[in-house]
T-cell receptor
Framework: ELKVEQNPLFLSMQEGKNYTIYCNYS?????LYWYRQDPGKSLESLFVLLSNGAVKQEGRLMASLDTKARLSTLHITAAVHDLSATYFCAVDSGGGADGLTFGKGTHLIIQP | DAGITQSPRHKVTETGTPVTLRCHQT?????MYWYRQDPGHGLRLIHY???????DKGEVSDGYSVSRSKTEDFLLTLESATSSQTSVYFC?????????????FGPGTRLTVL
């Protein structure tokens, strides 16, 4: 059974600081997705990582994938309040037509 | 935005009543999914579909059934709702035939079972 663990689950940080969210998973996979969810809203796709060593960047967010370590990171650079949200990683087991396995999410609060 | 709608958006019902949630897409994607989101659990897969009349169970399928008679519609039914099924339900679609399972989510349905 594929397990996906995120840490931390809750993070409060100040604007201008850097931080990293970690996503570990339990079985071999080279496909990992990051999503953002604002309170009361749906999930928005942020990054699609499809191979070992993949790195994607969008603004102050950068995601990377290390399939050998079964680890993905979401790095926040010089955080701003607008990045406050819950971030989910999700792993594709790749075996069939089934869905993604999600981590429990990291609730990020960025304070002025 | 991917063309995905869900109805109803909010529903309050009583224990023991049947409930059907609808997901409608305009993207003509073959793959559709139902998830539930609960505090502390992230999203968990209920059922999924890989084509008309082709469905299968996910991680938390007990108490739920699905049907897909048209490409654009995927229905989730709670035959006899229980309080443990109070949750936010999300539908998602994927153009998985391209080899990527990036999923796009509908707006969600907030269901309360009293």
């Amino acid at each position: 059974e594929l397990k996906v663990e995120q840490n931390p689950l809750f993070l409060s940080m100040q604007e201008g600081k850097n931080y990293t969210i970690y996503c570990n998973y339990s079985t071999t996979s080279d496909r990992l997705y990051w999503y953002r969810q604002d309170p009361g809203k749906s999930l928005e796709s942020l990054f699609v990582l499809l191979s070992n060593g993949a790195v994607k960047q969008e603004g102050r967010l950068m995601a990377s994938l290390d399939t050998k370590a079964r680890l993905s990171t979401l790095h926040i650079t010089a955080a701003v309040h607008d990045l406050s949200a819950t971030y989910f990683c999700a792993v594709d087991s790749g075996g069939g037509a089934d869905g993604l396995t999600f981590g429990k999410g990291t609730h990020l609060i960025i304070q002025p | 935005d991917a063309g995905i709608t869900q109805s109803p958006r909010h529903k309050v019902t009583e224990t023991g009543t049947p409930v059907t949630l609808r997901c409608h897409q305009t993207e003509n994607h073959r793959y559709m999914y139902w998830y539930r989101q609960d505090p502390g659990h992230g999203l968990r897969l209920i059922h999924y579909s890989y084509g008309v009349k082709d469905t299968d169970k996910g991680e938390v399928s007990d108490g739920y059934s699905v049907s897909r008679s048209k490409t654009e519609d995927f229905l989730l039914t709670l035959e006899s709702a229980t309080s443990s099924q109070t949750s936010v339900y999300f539908c998602a679609i994927s153009d998985r035939d391209r080899g990527i399972n990036e999923q796009f989510f509908g707006p969600g349905t907030r269901l309360t079972v009293l």
